[in-house]
C-alpha cells in the first residue's frame, strides 16, 4: 500500500524536453531525449504568469527529479538524473533537504525526504526526517492500512541505529513511535539511552517531560505482564512507584488488584474504593471491591454495593452474575433466580459482552437444572 500511495502521485510530474544542453558546473550536459520532471502545478503557474517567454526556473526541475525518485526507485533516466544533479552541485543533499523543511507537514516535504532518501540513503539526518513523515502520514489511513507505514518508519531507523547506535535523534524519534503508539516499556528504552548520550543535551528536557507523562501508562504496561507472569509482587511495587508522582485511579484500581492477587484484602479495598471516588462509574472497581468484601465476609455491605450499581447500570452482565452468586449463597434464592433468567435472556439477544460471563452462567445454569 506504501509503493502504491507514491506510484499513485506520478500525476503531479510533467516532463519536457530541452531543445539545448544544459551548462552546469562548467558542463555541458545533453538533454536531448531525456524528458526532465517538473511539478505540473508549477509548470501551468509558470505558463499562466510568466511574461516575455520567461524561462522556466531550474529549481523546478531540480525538485521534479528528486520527487520522480520518490515516486520511482528503479527508472531508466535514473543515471542522468543523478548526472544533472550532481553536475549542478557536489553536495546537493542540502539544498534539497531544506526545501523539505520549508514544506514540513505537506506532501511536498514527504514527496522530498523520499527522493532524498532514495537518491542517497547515507544522508543521515533525512533518514530520520523521513522517517517522522511516513509516521505522521500512517494516521492519515484506517487503522487496518497505517501499520505498514509505522513499520517502515520503524525499520528504517533501526537500520540508521544500525549505522550509528548513538544517533541521538533517532534514538528520541523511536521513543516518540513507540509512545505514541502504545508500546510504552519500548519508548522508555529508545529515551533512556537518548539521555544516556548526553544528559545536557538541548532536547533533553523535552525526553525527561515525555517520560514523565507516559510514567502512568508505562506503569500500567510493565505492571500487567508482571502479573500475567505472577509476579504480583513485582507489579505491586511497579504501581506504588508511579503513585508517588500521581495519584490516579487507574494506578489506584490496578494497586488493588495485585493486592487482591497478593490475598490482601483489607489492602486493596481502600484503592478499589479510591478509584471509584475519581471514576464512579469504574465497574471492574466496583465488581472488584465486592468480591474483596464478601472474601472478608463483608456479605451485607458487598450486596448493597452491587445492589445500587445494577440500579445505575442495569445492562451491565458482570454486575448482575457476581449479584446473583451473592444472593444465592446467601439464601435468596428467589432473587438469584431472576437474575439468572435476566442474564440468560441478555445471552438469547446478545447483550452480554463479556465471553466468560456467558461461560459462566451457561455453567450456573446447568449446574441448577441438576
Known amino acids: 500500500m506504501l509503493n502504491e500511495y507514491f506510484e499513485s502521485q506520478k500525476d503531479k510530474l510533467s ?8 551548462e552546469l558546473g562548467g558542463q555541458r550536459i545533453e538533454t536531448e531525449k531525456v524528458p526532465l520532471p517538473i511539478e505540473t502545478e508549477k509548470l501551468l503557474s509558470h505558463i499562466q504568469n510568466s511574461k516575455n517567454n520567461e524561462n522556466i526556473s531550474f529549481a523546478f526541475f531540480l525538485r521534479g527529479m528528486m520527487i520522480n525518485f520518490a515516486i520511482h526507485q528503479d527508472f531508466f533516466y535514473q543515471k542522468n538524473y543523478r548526472e544533472i544533479i550532481y553536475a549542478w552541485s ?8 531544506k526545501n523539505a523543511l520549508e514544506n514540513l507537514g505537506k506532501d511536498e516535504a514527504l514527496l522530498m525526504f523520499r527522493g532524498l532518501f532514495y ?27 497505517h501499520s505498514e507505514w509505522i513499520e517502515e518508519s520503524i525499520a528504517i531507523l533501526e537500520k540508521t541505529l544500525d549505522v550509528d547506535e548513538n ?24 529515551y533512556q539511552k537518548a539521555l544516556k548520550q548526553n544528559p545536557e543535551m538541548l532536547f533533553a528536557e523535552e525526553i525527561r517531560k515525555k517520560r514523565l507523562d507516559m510514567e502512568k501508562d508505562l506503569a500500567l504496561e510493565k505492571s500487567r505482564l508482571e502479573m ?37 484484602l483489607e ?29 472478608l465476609g463483608k456479605i451485607d455491605s458487598a450486596l448493597r454495593i452491587l445492589g445500587e450499581a445494577i440500579r445505575r447500570y442495569p445492562k451491565d452482565a458482570r454486575l448482575k452474575y457476581n449479584l446473583m452468586v451473592l ?7 428467589k432473587r438469584g433466580n431472576e437474575l439468572l433468567h435476566e442474564l440468560l435472556h441478555m445471552k438469547e439477544k446478545g447483550e452480554i459482552e ?6 459462566a452462567v451457561e455453567q450456573f445454569n446447568y449446574e441448577m437444572q441438576k
Open 15 to 22: 516532463y519536457l524536453e530541452l531543445k539545448i544542453p544544459l
Open 90 to 97: 557536489e553536495k546537493p543533499e542540502e539544498w534539497f533537504f
Open 119 to 145: 537518491f542517497n540513503p547515507d544522508f543521515m539526518i533525512n533518514r530520520i526526517f523521513y522517517a517522522k513523515a511516513l509516521f505522521m502520514k500512517a494516521f492519515q489511513f484506517s487503522e487496518d492500512k
Open 167 to 190: 544517533n541521538i535523534m533517532t534514538l528520541s524519534t523511536l521513543g516518540d513511535i513507540f509512545s505514541t503508539t502504545g508500546f510504552y516499556s519500548k519508548a522508555d528504552v529508545y
Open 228 to 264: 500475567d507472569t505472577g509476579r504480583y509482587e513485582e507489579a505491586l511495587e511497579t504501581l506504588l512507584n508511579a503513585l508517588k508522582n500521581k495519584r490516579d485511579a487507574e494506578l489506584c484500581y490496578w494497586v488493588g488488584v495485585c493486592y487482591q492477587g497478593l490475598g490482601s
Open 267 to 295: 489492602e486493596s479495598i481502600p484503592f478499589f474504593e479510591e478509584t471509584l471516588e475519581k471514576i464512579p462509574n469504574h465497574l471492574e472497581a466496583t465488581n472488584d471491591l465486592c468480591i474483596s468484601l464478601y472474601l
Open 327 to 333: 444472593l444465592y449463597q446467601n439464601e435468596n434464592p
Open 354 to 359: 463479556y465471553p466468560d460471563i456467558i461461560e
